[in-house]
């Protein structure tokens, strides 16, 4: 193997091939530009971003390896080597670096996202000493073949019962109602199958920040059922459209346990993918699911959604 050195990643020189790799890599669309300003959103918590490159000074992957917002013990952390230069120690060298320096930083928990199509990832964390966690299904739905028809008198039927489907858009995106969103958001999440019970956000103001000022929130998106009955705001699908992507993305559907068993999941899912057909105006809708929340997996399988890649989380204790 040629000579390979480790050298701290350069903001102008070298974010234009990370986000390249990041695209192809991670199958998610990253703007030079949008790297940029991740990197300046988390920069206080980033504590290593390393390049590997060889003695004619060609890039051959990186690492990035941040604290987590909730657990100053714990980060999560990529690696991402080019394809081309794989199965010659440059991964291994680079995740070296990251494991030498969360010792050096007393961290106790170090984790990875890893695709579940791509096994060789999986082997290199496992040999790295990393076991799952939990594992991610993708769903992917084709609008075209969608025939949300047969769902319209669920969804009466439940109106008749006094429950109010609305958004976030008519109901007016005020502080008041974005705490209740984050109410509903917050203890739906922490009920879902499969969830460890963590909360998603560190406070209403952390969600403000990351969810409602976000250049992807759409209040017409975020979709509400209101029980009229009480004004409690009993379930809520969301989904958007991230810029650059052809298709919609539904971030998270969720209905307080006290609600469940009444179709409020699959009738507020119906409306989202009304909202994507008809607003987002696209062909394609995309989700995931922790693949031990059978409800809701099957609910997508009604509709005709079909698994897609994934991604296991990989949990090291150092």
């Not at 390049?51 to 714990?74: D, K, V, Y």
Request: proline fraction near 3%; glycine fraction near 6%; charged fraction near 25%.
């Amino acid at each position: 193997m040629n000579a390979v050195h480790l050298r701290p990643v350069d903001l102008e020189r070298d974010f234009g091939q990370l986000a390249a790799l990041f695209t192809t890599e991670q199958d998610e669309p990253t703007t030079e530009q949008g790297l940029r300003d991740d990197y300046a959103a988390h920069q206080a918590r980033i504590f290593r971003l390393m390049a590997s490159e060889n003695e004619h000074g060609e890039l051959l992957g990186f690492n990035w390896a941040t604290i987590s917002r909730f657990e100053a013990s714990q980060a999560y952390f990529y690696v991402i080597v080019k394809p081309e230069q794989r199965q010659h120690g440059v991964g291994r060298r680079l995740y070296d670096d990251i494991e030498q320096a969360a010792r050096q930083a007393q961290l106790r928990t170090l984790r990875v996202d890893v695709r579940d199509t791509c096994p060789e990832f999986r082997s290199f964390a496992e040999k790295c000493g990393f076991s799952e966690r939990s594992h991610s299904w993708g769903m992917s739905l084709d609008l075209n073949t969608f025939d949300d028809r047969p769902y319209e008198a669920t969804i009466e039927m439940l109106k008749c019962e006094g429950f109010q489907f609305t958004s976030m858009e008519a109901l007016g995106n005020t502080e008041a109602n974005q705490r209740k969103l984050y109410a509903l958001n917050d203890t739906a999440s922490r009920q879902t199958l499969g969830s460890d019970g963590s909360p998603a956000w560190l406070s209403f103001e952390d969600f403000q920040e990351k969810v409602c000022g976000s250049d992807w929130y759409k209040p017409g998106g975020q979709m509400v059922v209101i029980d009229t009955a009480n004004g409690e705001w009993a379930a809520m699908s969301a989904i958007t459209r991230f810029s650059g992507a052809d298709y919609a993305y539904n971030l998270f559907t969720g209905v307080d346990q006290r609600y469940r068993g009444r179709k409020l999941a699959q009738a507020i899912k119906v409306l989202a993918l009304r909202y994507a057909r008809s607003v987002l105006q696209v062909d394609t809708v995309r989700t995931n699911h922790n693949s031990k929340n059978a409800p809701m997996i099957a609910i997508d399988r009604k509709f005709g959604y079909v698994q897609s890649p994934g991604m296991f989380s990989m949990e090291k204790m150092l």
